[in-house]
């Protein structure tokens, strides 16, 4: 049902675009007969030319944690309560973001300040592909304004951190391939009467498993002795064998994380992704060199603009993901 619901959304995405381009087609045609104004037309194109490039980012988002929901932390740099006043900014802009986009948001976890703002928080946002639009967020968020937290009225300079992954589910599927199975019996030794040495209730397993991310291949050996009962010596074994694939599984995971998390920057000068200077009505990111005069905007959630321009630039790039 998944796969399913994934390609008719793509199927419906074609539909919007072709009805979009059909419409704007029927406007000229309309408009050589003077029965549509230019002006019309105009907007007719720019309805048809958001919904196009929606689709081409929604393309570039291929991987697979893209999909998935996002758990964002934002943690307050240095600065005492005008950097953890910030860190409130970005919470409630974020929050803002997810409610125009039509997702479900939870505050999973959240440090009020010591005068005003947040230390930190965590937020879990959910729905199709919130990471793979958030993931451009992951770093240091620099703001710039004269602070109402100081009395001589100055220019304060002010950090946040801004940390994002993908938010999975619980559990995790273990896949069992019986055809790479393999059974040998044996007598238990050891103490136990003379039915652990007369009967084969002692069972080895051999799984040929190979690592679905490296290739690597291994045999994973597993004895079980337990019981005298040949077939529940064989159900204990399976149950140590998913637990050894789960494990696998799972420190994958948490490795990936790792890997994201090595790659977050000091909450300090020089690290920052993006620069949001109130006096000048300038926010600007320094990846993509993408800016606009909006603050308000911005602030109120209107993030998509940078959004875009990080994924067209570095989509392909797996170090910048």
């Given at each position: 049902?998944?796969?399913?619901?994934?390609?008719?959304?793509?199927?419906?995405?074609?539909?919007?675009?072709?009805a979009?381009?059909?419409?704007?087609?029927?406007?000229?045609?309309f408009?050589?007969?003077?029965?549509?104004?230019?002006?019309?037309?105009?907007?007719?194109?720019a309805?048809?030319i958001?919904?196009?490039?929606?689709?081409?980012?929604?393309?570039?988002?291929?991987?697979?944690?893209?999909?998935?929901?996002?758990?964002?932390?934002?943690?307050?740099g240095?600065?005492?309560?005008?950097?953890?006043?910030?860190?409130?900014?970005?919470?409630?802009?974020?929050?803002?973001?997810?409610e125009?986009?039509?997702?479900?948001?939870?505050?999973?976890?959240?440090?009020?300040?010591?005068?005003?703002g947040?230390?930190?928080?965590?937020?879990?946002?959910?729905?199709?592909?919130?990471?793979?639009?958030?993931?451009?967020?992951?770093?240091?968020?620099?703001?710039?304004?004269?602070?109402?937290y100081?009395?001589?009225?100055?220019?304060?300079?002010?950090?946040?951190?801004?940390?994002?992954?993908?938010?999975?589910?619980?559990?995790?599927?273990?896949?069992?391939?019986?055809?790479?199975?393999?059974?040998?019996?044996?007598?238990?030794?050891?103490?136990?009467?003379?039915?652990?040495?007369?009967?084969?209730?002692?069972?080895?397993?051999?799984?040929?498993?190979?690592?679905?991310?490296?290739?690597?291949?291994?045999?994973?050996?597993?004895?079980?002795?337990?019981?005298?009962?040949?077939?529940?010596?064989?159900?204990?074994?399976?149950?140590?064998?998913?637990?050894?694939?789960?494990?696998?599984?799972?420190?994958?995971?948490?490795?990936?994380?790792?890997?994201?998390?090595?790659g977050?920057?000091?909450?300090?000068?020089?690290?920052?992704?993006?620069?949001?200077?109130?006096?000048?009505?300038?926010?600007?990111?320094?990846?993509?060199?993408?800016?606009?005069?909006?603050?308000?905007?911005?602030?109120?959630?209107?993030?998509?603009?940078?959004?875009?321009?990080?994924?067209?630039?570095?989509?392909?790039?797996?170090?910048?993901?």
């Amino acid at each position: 049902m998944k796969k399913i619901k994934d390609i008719q959304g793509w199927i419906d995405g074609y539909k919007e675009v072709e009805a979009a381009v059909e419409e704007l087609q029927n406007g000229w045609d309309f408009h050589k007969e003077d029965l549509v104004t230019e002006e019309e037309i105009d907007e007719l194109y720019a309805q048809a030319i958001t919904k196009i490039e929606a689709l081409e980012l929604r393309n570039m988002l291929r991987r697979e944690e893209d999909k998935m929901g996002v758990v964002l932390k934002i943690n307050s740099g240095a600065g005492g309560t005008e950097s953890q006043d910030w860190a409130s900014m970005l919470m409630r802009m974020y929050l803002r973001w997810a409610e125009k986009n039509g997702y479900k948001t939870s505050i999973a976890n959240i440090l009020e300040g010591d005068e005003a703002g947040i230390k930190s928080c965590t937020i879990n946002i959910e729905g199709d592909y919130a990471y793979g639009y958030l993931k451009s967020e992951n770093g240091v968020h620099r703001l710039v304004r004269v602070s109402p937290y100081n009395a001589q009225g100055k220019r304060m300079t002010s950090f946040a951190s801004v940390f994002v992954t993908p938010l999975v589910d619980d559990t995790i599927e273990v896949k069992v391939e019986q055809a790479l199975l393999s059974w040998d019996t044996f007598r238990s030794g050891g103490a136990g009467g003379q039915n652990v040495n007369k009967v084969e209730s002692g069972v080895r397993l051999r799984y040929q498993f190979t690592d679905p991310y490296t290739g690597e291949k291994e045999e994973i050996l597993i004895e079980n002795t337990e019981t005298r009962d040949q077939p529940k010596n064989k159900e204990n074994a399976l149950r140590q064998l998913r637990s050894i694939l789960y494990d696998k599984e799972l420190k994958h995971r948490m490795e990936e994380q790792a890997k994201v998390e090595a790659g977050k920057m000091k909450i300090e000068w020089g690290s920052q992704i993006r620069s949001y200077v109130f006096d000048d009505r300038r926010v600007k990111d320094h990846r993509t060199n993408y800016q606009t005069s909006d603050v308000g905007g911005v602030m109120d959630g209107d993030i998509d603009d940078f959004i875009k321009a990080y994924l067209m630039e570095f989509a392909g790039n797996d170090e910048n993901q």
